[in-house]
């Protein structure tokens, strides 16, 4: 495993979650909407947002107030 996976891998241990941005189109729409990981290498939607700036406030919020990294 190379270093960054390492590294995920013990943020996630540590508590920690990662959340993404996305606007993917999937199966349903392709709305703004955060994706969450709090276990290895499963990503499900937290939340589906009307417009990109209420999506960018709550992530905001995860990030500050919670254990949330964002990622790409």
Not at 24 to 38: A, F, Q, V
Request: aromatic share 8%.
């Amino acid at each position: 495993m190379n270093a960054l996976t390492e590294t995920r891998k013990k943020l996630l241990q540590d508590g920690y979650c990662f959340i993404r941005l996305t606007e993917d189109g999937g199966s349903l729409s392709n709305e703004p909407k955060i994706k969450i990981c709090e276990d290895w290498g499963v990503w499900r939607t937290f939340k589906v947002y009307p417009t990109k700036a209420a999506r960018d406030r709550e992530a905001i919020d995860l990030i500050k107030n919670h254990k949330c990294l964002c990622i790409d």
